[in-house]
């Protein structure tokens, strides 16, 4: 594969996580981060999230969560999620705090205020490379069934970008065609690292 892509959703749960993984089985270098102060998971109730610091092993979490209530946190899907987040990697980690990770050349969001957030904190950043890079939004709802098909959608769309012999020049194209035929709506920046 030629590029480097990130997927980015909220917690680095979910929507990214699933892409991750799909991603990653394809053979893409792939890695993904959350945009949140905190990283939320549903509790019992709306009002009581279960919140833990970007950092904290998937591990760790599903051992707590199976501690609080296996039954609830089987059935709404978050012990089978952490389980397959642990298979990719130890813990969330923050967009914000990526920069020892090197610089993408495509990053993925699920949520316009996400995107919003990336864009800004790339605007922020020190631009050492000035070094171009794609941001796209894929709207995508917080829940398992919608992560999966976003995932899918998300690898067609890098495939597509992995095909084009420039993504600079066939982006519209590509965006074109994908909201065609999806008939999905996208937000993409060109941004500098």
């Known amino acids: 594969m030629t590029y480097r892509y990130a997927m980015v959703c909220s917690s680095n749960q979910n929507r990214s996580m699933e892409a991750h993984f799909l991603l990653k089985r394809h053979g893409f270098d792939v890695s993904s981060y ?8 549903p509790g019992p109730s709306l009002r009581e999230p279960n919140v833990y610091d970007f950092g904290t092993p998937y591990k760790q979490m599903f051992d707590d969560l199976r501690r609080k209530d296996p039954e609830l946190y089987r059935r709404n899907g978050i012990l089978p999620m ?7 990697k130890t813990a969330p980690q923050r967009w914000q705090d990526n920069a ?10 699920f949520e316009e205020k996400v995107f919003d ?6 605007h922020n950043r020190n631009h050492t490379h000035m070094k171009t890079v794609l941001v ?3 709207e995508v709802k917080d ?9 899918r959608l998300t ?12 993504w600079e020049e066939s982006i519209d194209d590509i965006v074109g065609g994908f909201e065609k035929q999806h ?5 993409y920046s060109i941004s500098f690292y």
């Open 143 to 151: 829940n398992h069934e919608e992560a999966a098909i976003g995932a």
């Open 155 to 166: 690898l067609d769309l890098c495939q597509e970008i992995e095909d084009a012999d420039s």
């Open 34 to 41: 959350g945009t949140g102060a905190h990283v939320k998971l």
């Open 136 to 138: 796209i939004n894929l």
């Open 100 to 109: 020892a990770d090197g610089s993408f050349d495509v990053v993925f969001t």
């Open 117 to 122: 957030m990336v864009i800004e904190d790339l």
């Open 82 to 88: 952490l389980k397959r987040n642990s298979t990719v």
């Open 183 to 187: 008939r999905r709506k996208l937000l």
